[in-house]
Nanobody
């Protein structure tokens, strides 16, 4: 299976972007898509995964209330809607095929050999 993140770009603070994660070679139904990001000079961090507690979408505190998840099974695509973007959201964003969040282990991803190219999001005036 291949996952391709897209939709990044340059946006002003307070603006919005919608990232897409499209699966090819399989069906979106089989996957629990997660999102990660890596800012320049920083470690990769989890943005959104499914909560192991109740199966709902879990968001990192830094994006909670601003980012949402949706999916279009017919297009084999999951979306990360990012609103009220801040300069600190500047990063390369990646999607992963399986992701789970728990309070004990944090963001866990699996089912992939490499991270792929990701999509660059730059928030700047």
């Amino acid at each position: 299976v291949q996952l391709q993140a897209s939709g990044g770009g340059l946006v002003q603070p307070g603006g919005s972007l919608r990232l897409s994660c499209t699966i090819s070679g399989s069906t979106l139904d089989y996957y629990i898509i997660g999102w990660f990001r890596q800012a320049p000079g920083k470690e990769r961090e989890g943005v959104s995964c499914v909560s192991s507690t109740d199966g709902s979408s879990y968001f990192a505190d830094s994006v909670k209330g601003r980012f949402t998840i949706s999916r279009d099974n017919a297009k084999n695509t999951e979306y990360l809607q990012m609103n009220n973007l801040k300069p600190d959201d500047t990063a390369v964003y990646y999607c992963v095929p399986y992701c789970e969040y728990s309070d004990v282990a944090g963001f866990l991803y699996y089912g992939m050999d490499s991270w792929g190219k990701g999509t660059q999001v730059t928030v700047s005036s």
